[in-house]
């Protein structure tokens, strides 16, 4: 789910243009979505666990305090970038 301005939205649900919070040096702000789009996941239980497709559990808290504010499960494909 991501906060945007007219409340919680799921992420299958945003399209580009839509506006979302970020936070920028400690503040919330809003950012236009410039990109969307989906994808599926195909777990393959008979390779070994690292290779097997297995989405990952990021748990609310995580990254910094209400960063992810719910718990997100992702592909080991997805990228996160940080900005310190």
């Given amino acids: 789910m991501f ?3 007219f409340g919680d939205v ?3 649900d945003l399209k580009r243009g ?3 919070v970020v936070h920028v040096d ?8 410039i990109s969307a789009g989906r994808a599926q996941c195909n777990v393959r239980p008979d390779l070994p666990l690292d290779q097997a497709g297995y989405p990952v559990r990021i748990v609310k808290d ?3 305090d209400g ?6 499960l ?3 494909e997805h990228c996160l970038f ?3």
């Fill in 10 to 12: 799921a992420v299958q």
């Fill in 62 to 64: 995580a990254i910094s």
């Fill in 18 to 20: 839509d506006k979302v």
């Fill in 26 to 33: 400690g503040a919330e702000k809003f950012r236009h979505v």
């Fill in 82 to 84: 940080f900005r310190w």
């Fill in 67 to 72: 960063v992810t504010f719910r718990d997100m």
């Fill in 74 to 76: 992702i592909t080991s």
């Fill in 3 to 5: 906060r945007t301005l």
